[in-house]
């Protein structure tokens, strides 16, 4: 059965940075398409960025040129770097695989996902 884990996420000060990291069982992140999403309170799930097999990513338009999403096939790992964080990041952030051979950007398009991992950026 396909488990993913999150870690990393923690209280960080704008301007700040913070790595998360996901963790698969069974869903190998070479075969697996996996994206971040999170979800402030009140809010719906948002997408922040996706990695496919192959490595081509893409990122909402919010993170683009702050956000690196990136993954270790060897340690079956995938990554999100997030430099220079704003208080509007602050959100609950979400690992989710995809058997989707494009760049998912909706919920819907997720079979698998973890239990989430807060990030708080203080101002």
């Known amino acids: 059965q396909v488990q993913l884990v999150e870690s990393g996420g923690g209280l960080v000060q704008a301007g700040g940075s913070l790595r998360l990291s996901c963790a698969a069982s069974a869903c190998t992140f070479i075969t697996c398409t996996m994206g971040w999403f999170r979800q402030a309170p009140g809010k719906e799930r948002e997408f922040v960025a996706v990695i496919r097999p192959g490595d081509s990513t893409r990122y909402a338009n919010s993170v683009k040129g702050r956000f690196t999403i990136s993954r270790d096939n060897a340690k079956n790992l995938v990554y999100l770097q997030m430099n220079n964080l704003k208080a509007e990041d602050t959100a609950v952030y979400y690992c989710?695989?995809?058997?989707?051979?494009?760049?998912?950007?909706?919920?819907?398009?997720?079979?698998?996902w973890g239990q989430g991992t807060q990030v708080t950026v203080s101002s």
């Open positions: 989710a695989a995809s058997s989707f051979a494009h760049l998912p950007q909706t919920t819907g398009e997720y079979n698998y």
